[in-house]
């Protein structure tokens, strides 16, 4: 099955911003095959077949969250406390998904709606990269199945365990 957004990051494409994607992914047999993140505003595509591995951090930099520009979760701050992360707004999930593929950001943790098209690609192009991909309560990403997959987090896999305590944290605060 073909999971394609012809658009993802409608708002920042109609202000004629520059973070915005496309996104085409191939789901076979319960698996994301390929994904395929194209963004013209900087004349780049991205291939799950040819992506390379997610450059590690520099020494002693600070670690870098990528979060929505208009709408941030509740839950960015909590994650960024505990990775003591600068926050950086961009625009689609594609966009900020291919940031954490490309060195530019750590993470990327959404939660608050979306749906499969909106992370089918970026999230198969993560893993090519060998990045941690799951749902905020650390569950696999299930495509081809319910299309509302409201939340997830993309990250160094280092990373992983800080951020789903973090968020553990603060939901279990929730309650």
Not at 48 to 75: K, M, Q
Not at 103 to 127: F, K
Request: charged share 20%.
């Amino acid at each position: 099955m073909w999971i394609i957004d012809p658009l993802d990051g409608t708002r920042e494409f109609s202000e004629g911003r520059a973070d915005w994607a496309v996104h085409i992914a191939l789901w076979i047999a319960g698996e994301l095959a390929l994904g395929v993140v194209g963004i013209p505003g900087e004349d780049l595509v991205l291939s799950s077949a040819d992506v390379a591995a997610a450059p590690e951090p520099a020494e002693g930099s600070p670690l870098r969250l990528a979060v929505s520009r208009s709408r941030p979760p509740a839950v960015t701050e909590p994650v960024r406390a505990a990775l003591d992360a600068e926050l950086l707004p961009m625009g689609s999930a594609g966009v900020k998904i291919a940031a954490v593929v490309r060195g530019q950001v750590d993470a990327y943790v959404h939660a608050g709606g979306q749906y499969e098209w909106d992370s089918a690609a970026p999230v198969a192009l993560a893993r090519a990269a060998g990045l941690h991909t799951s749902r905020i309560d650390g569950s696999p990403l299930v495509y081809n199945a319910d299309p509302y997959l409201p939340d997830l987090i993309v990250c160094r896999p280092v990373l992983a365990p800080r951020i789903l305590a973090a968020i553990s944290d603060y939901t279990d605060g929730d309650s």
